[in-house]
């Protein structure tokens, strides 16, 4: 069984930061891609970041310069930094993981963390 569980979403004002967390637990025999996806009221869920088991990176071009996407293998935790935080960057955030299980290899998804930035 493999869970994951999501961490610090929240209000910000314009400009703001915030950290978000993901982190996986339970029979991983390991990790491969980790991303993050966001899906705003109305719209279709859209990739923000991902970065790879060597640590290559690559982000949606709305978040580029203002998002920073890492990973720390030994706790199995992916983090997104959000920094320069505008309206548009409201919506639910998902974690995604590619994790290999002595009997299954997939995609597990987060819970989701609500991110709302307003004044």
């Known amino acids: 069984q493999v869970q994951l569980v999501e961490s610090g979403g929240g209000l910000v004002q314009p400009g703001g930061s915030l950290r978000l967390s993901c982190a996986a637990s339970?029979?991983?025999?390991?990790?491969?891609?980790m991303g993050w996806y966001r899906q705003a009221p109305g719209k279709q869920r859209e990739l923000v970041a991902t970065?790879?088991?060597?640590?290559?990176?690559n982000y949606a071009d709305s978040v580029k310069g203002r998002f920073t996407i890492s990973r720390d293998n030994a706790k199995n935790t992916v983090y997104l930094q959000m920094n320069s935080l505008k309206p548009e960057d409201t919506a639910v955030y998902y974690c995604?993981?590619?994790?290999?299980?002595?009997?299954?290899?997939?995609?597990?998804w987060g819970q989701g963390t609500q991110v709302t930035v307003s004044s």
């Open positions: 995604n993981i590619n994790i290999v299980t002595s009997y299954y290899r997939g995609a597990y």
């Open positions: 970065i790879t088991s060597d640590s290559s990176t």
């Open positions: 339970g029979s991983i025999f390991s990790i491969n891609v």
